[in-house]
């Protein structure tokens, strides 16, 4: 399911062919399963290593890449008729620290264990009714998902035009351990200069809209 930028129903799509086309990429992980516990050795190296769960078409994973070459970064989207468009701006670059996985996020336990640093989610799917309030990416349901891919302290970054999404992710987020470190009711208001904008994002300021954005951290025993 995808919403348009007024929280409607929005359907993609579909391009013939376009997994296919994905698959084609370096960047394309075509068997995450077998790197299970083990995507350092996909990036040869021991650096930290982020997710973006439902990169979209791709702007901010890739300007993190950029930005961070000390960081790995994995951008999962479901839709790889979305992903095409990130591909598109993949082309001709050379980004070593960067990987895209096509998946549905439900699935996220079979191919990461204990292995993720920080997770993001931007503009996710608001699943307004409250009869799909479980398949907000912030449900219990998904964060214990998430309990189990963290490698040591849970790090969730968050950013939505959506206020609802936003009240019900503070209190999940809060019933389930985790400590708010940031809570920001318009984030232009006061901007970084190191925010990264998602397509989402540009289209909801340039309509005047406020952005939500928050981070939280869970503190584990590492013992």
Request: charged share 30%; hydrophobic share 35%; net charge positive.
């Amino acid at each position: 399911m995808v919403y348009n930028i007024f929280g409607g129903i929005m359907r993609l799509r579909n391009v013939k062919g376009a997994q296919d086309i994905i698959s084609q990429s370096d960047y394309y992980v075509l068997d995450p399963n077998k790197y299970k516990n083990n995507f350092k050795s996909l990036f040869k190296n021991d650096n930290k290593i982020e997710l973006e769960i439902g990169m979209g078409k791709g702007d901010f994973i890739i300007n993190k890449a950029l930005t961070n070459p000390d960081i790995n970064y994995i951008g999962l989207e479901k839709y790889p008729t979305v992903l095409l468009k990130a591909f598109k701006k993949l082309k001709d670059k050379k980004i070593d620290n960067l990987k895209i996985i096509c998946i549905d996020a439900n699935n996220i336990n079979e191919i990461f264990d204990k292995e993720i640093s920080k997770i993001y989610l931007n503009f996710s799917d608001p699943w307004p009714k409250k009869k799909h309030a479980n398949r907000r990416l912030t449900s219990p349901i998904f964060l214990d998902k998430y309990s189990n891919i963290f490698k040591y302290d849970y790090e969730i970054e968050m950013k939505t035009d959506n206020k609802n999404l936003f009240e019900y992710s503070l209190v999940s987020l809060s019933q389930n351990g985790y400590i708010l470190t940031e809570v920001n009711l318009d984030l232009y208001s006061n901007l970084n200069e190191d925010n990264i904008q998602t397509e989402y994002e540009r289209k909801f300021v340039s309509l005047g809209l406020p952005i939500y954005k928050l981070k939280v951290i869970h503190k584990i025993d590492k013992k």
